[in-house]
């Protein structure tokens, strides 16, 4: 089995830049039945706050796996399956607005066995490019199969 309990508390990478672009916010609108006039293109949100459309904070969290998946693959080649397991704790720091890049840093918080495999805790700062303050800091539960 994959054991990772060396690499708690260490960085396990960068993720690629991902666009938030326009049409995805408005799909994920669609799909959640929030089409608040904050996310959609348009005069009023240009006006609005954030100086034009934003990204759903739940957009950015549902694009968690794959911001991630390419930095965490490397480290769980071995595991028959890996599954999300939750989350125990998310913070949406900096509005995302549309547009903009976004990328993972991932940080191992934490690796403990369970019986068939191991049960990582996840530190993700979605970062936005140009953007000090993060997006999001997700901690996320994977578990690894043997």
């Given at each position: 089995?994959?054991?990772?309990?060396?690499?708690?508390?260490?960085?396990?990478?960068?993720?690629?830049?991902?666009?938030?672009?326009?049409?995805?916010?408005?799909?994920?609108?669609?799909?959640?039945?929030?089409?608040?006039?904050?996310?959609?293109?348009?005069?009023?949100?240009?006006?609005?706050?954030?100086?034009?459309?934003?990204?759903?904070?739940?957009?950015?969290?549902?694009?968690?796996?794959?911001?991630?998946?390419?930095?965490?693959?490397?480290?769980?080649?071995?595991?028959?399956?890996?599954?999300?397991?939750?989350?125990?704790?998310?913070?949406f720091i900096t509005p995302v607005r549309v547009g903009s890049k976004i990328r993972a840093r991932v940080k191992l918080a934490e690796a403990k066995p369970f019986d068939g495999g191991m049960q990582l805790k996840i530190e993700?700062?979605?970062?936005?490019?140009?953007?000090?303050?993060?997006?999001?800091?997700?901690?996320?539960?994977?578990?690894?199969?043997?």
């Open positions: 089995m994959i054991d990772l309990s060396d690499r708690v508390g260490q960085e396990l990478g960068v993720g690629g830049w991902m666009v938030i672009e326009q049409d995805r916010v408005d799909a994920f609108a669609a799909a959640t039945d929030d089409q608040q006039w904050i996310h959609e293109a348009g005069d009023k949100a240009d006006a609005g706050p954030f100086g034009g459309p934003i990204a759903h904070g739940f957009l950015t969290l549902s694009l968690l796996s794959p911001l991630t998946t390419e930095i965490l693959r490397p480290h769980t080649a071995g595991a028959r399956m890996a599954i999300n397991y939750g989350l125990d704790r998310v913070r993700s700062t979605i970062e936005i490019e140009g953007v000090e303050r993060p997006a999001a800091v997700i901690e996320s539960l994977v578990r690894l199969y043997g």
